[in-house]
């Protein structure tokens, strides 16, 4: 049986901004085809790859998202975290391209506020300048290539956000497997404002960018 199809419709003559587009659309049809079972246990092997990476395991705060229903699930790594007494942010999503974060204070707290958002916890926000507190961020991602462009969902939301970073704090964007792309033959489009990332999770593993 094959396994899953990673989708490249790209060619040098697409604009980076079209070929993100064109790379989005594919990349989300591909995961709302998964079965709800595939994406729960996808979430359970993202919860433990994410416990062997060691900026994780040594951060006493950790900022990082609740997935989408086709996203790489994080409820179970979002109660891990909390369990071991780490502060975990998550993003708050104002108008526009506003940033904020608040803290995450357990699954039933969690609801979508608008259509298309992910969900949201209920407490105070915290501003943006909150991520400085974070020892490490794990981000969402569509696909990840291995020089660390990342594609996200649009609207340049993290590349902003990650602007609050302390200097030397690594982020780790998670993907399917497939979503990995080998910059080598299917290098991922890139404009000036990207935030490239420093690792990439998987339900399978993990690793540095540009390390084997």
């Not at 891990?80 to 526009?96: D, E, H, K, T």
């Not at 794990?138 to 969902?153: E, F, K, W, Y």
Request: aromatic share 4%; proline share 9%.
């Amino acid at each position: 049986m094959n396994g899953p199809v990673q989708p490249y419709p790209l060619h040098g003559s697409i604009e980076p901004e079209d070929a993100k587009e064109i790379l989005r659309k594919a990349i989300r049809t591909a995961r709302s085809a998964r079965t709800e079972r595939r994406r729960d246990e996808a979430a359970q092997a993202i919860a433990d790859v994410i416990e062997t990476i060691p900026d994780v395991l040594s951060a006493r705060c950790v900022a990082t998202y609740a997935a989408r229903p086709t996203e790489p699930g994080t409820t179970a790594m979002l109660e891990r975290l909390s369990a071991r007494g780490v502060r975990v942010l998550l993003p708050v999503l104002g108008a526009g391209l506003q940033r904020d974060w608040a803290e995450f204070d357990g699954a039933h707290d969690l609801q979508v506020r608008a259509p298309g958002r992910p969900p949201e916890p209920s407490g105070p926000t915290l501003g943006a300048a909150a991520l400085a507190d974070a020892d490490v961020v794990i981000a969402p991602a569509l696909a990840v290539d291995s020089t660390g462009v990342r594609l996200g969902q649009g609207g340049g939301w993290y590349d902003r956000a990650l602007e609050h970073v302390r200097p030397g704090t690594k982020v780790v964007a998670v993907v399917f497997p497939e979503e990995v792309y080998d910059a080598t033959d299917r290098p991922l489009p890139l404009e000036k404002h990207d935030r490239t990332v420093d690792a990439v999770a998987t339900p399978l593993g993990w690793r540095w960018i540009g390390q084997d």
